[in-house]
Nanobody, 124 residues
Framework: QMQLVESGGGLVQAGGSLRLSCAVS????????IAWFRQAPGKEREFVAG????????AYGSSVKGRFTISRDLAKNTVSLQMNSLKLEDTAIYYC?????????????????WGQGTQVTVSL
């Protein structure tokens, strides 16, 4: 089993920045992808960003490309999501998730492990 714990959520004004972190512990696997998803009330879970085990490849959802940056610290087993130029529509619960494969999939059903989520609220 892997455990994922998100942190860093909170309330921020539109145009501001926030940095989320995801700490991974428990059973480790040689290869896996870590991604961030988000879910707003009444909406489906949406892919935000993903990174491969080496950190060499990343992928972003179209709505956050150019504003968000995902990074991975292999030594600390953490993944961060730097969110800049935040918009009202970025308000959601943000989840980190692990997929035990080498490809970055955008569909949540590919991911085997999930954190409990952290709330991000963007206000005017």
């Amino acid at each position: 089993q892997m455990q994922l714990v998100e942190s860093g959520g909170g309330l921020v004004q539109a145009g501001g920045s926030l940095r989320l972190s995801c700490a991974v512990s428990g059973r480790t696997f040689s290869t896996y992808v870590i991604a961030w998803f988000r879910q707003a009330p009444g909406k489906e879970r949406e892919f935000v960003a993903g990174v491969t085990d080496s950190g060499g490849r990343t992928a972003y959802g179209s709505s956050v490309k150019g504003r968000f940056t995902i990074s991975r610290d292999l030594a600390k087993n953490t993944v961060s999501l730097q969110m800049n130029s935040l918009k009202l529509e970025d308000t959601a619960i943000y989840y980190c998730a692990v997929d035990l494969s080498i490809g970055i999939f955008t569909q949540p059903e590919y991911y085997e492990y999930w954190g409990q989520g952290t709330q991000v609220t963007v206000s005017l």
